[in-house]
């Protein structure tokens, strides 16, 4: 079994406790976040992916809370093994990972893995709040 922790500027992230990326002008950038990942299961988390999503019941939220469209909100959101490093849509975190064959690593049990991403709304973005969700996977052995 694989227990899986994120936690960013000190706080456990959850649907309840949101990665916040502020307030955020269409067409800039946000400030870039760092999120720890820890496994704190029996097992080895491997091929780690991290991917933003539509927050909806069929990806696996506990309500649609989606808000925004694709292109404001899940699509605008990126992902680096690095803090000025390249960004890509989806995180492959973990030792072995790998960004430009899309190859996930591996969490050792009590392991960690820290991960950047960044999000950049287009500037057609309209105004107000926007909603959306990360979704990890992994197998573990």
Do not use: H
Request: net charge negative; charged share 10%.
């Amino acid at each position: 079994m694989v227990t899986i922790t994120f936690t960013c500027g000190g706080s456990t992230l959850s649907e309840s406790v949101p990665l916040d990326f502020g307030t955020v002008m269409a067409g800039e950038s946000s400030e870039i976040k760092s999120v720890v990942v820890k496994n704190t299961g029996a097992s080895t988390a491997e091929q780690c992916v991290i991917r933003a999503v539509e927050a909806t019941t069929t990806n696996g939220f506990s309500s649609t809370t989606q808000s925004g469209t694709a292109s404001e909100t899940y699509s605008a959101q990126t992902f680096s093994s690095a803090a000025n490093g390249t960004y890509y849509a989806s995180a492959y975190i973990g030792e072995g990972a790998n960004y430009g064959t899309s190859t996930g690593g591996s969490i050792a049990t009590n392991g960690s893995y820290t991960y950047y991403t960044k999000w950049t709304p287009p500037s057609s973005a309209t105004a107000g709040n926007k909603v959306w969700g990360n979704e990890f996977s992994c197998v573990y052995v």
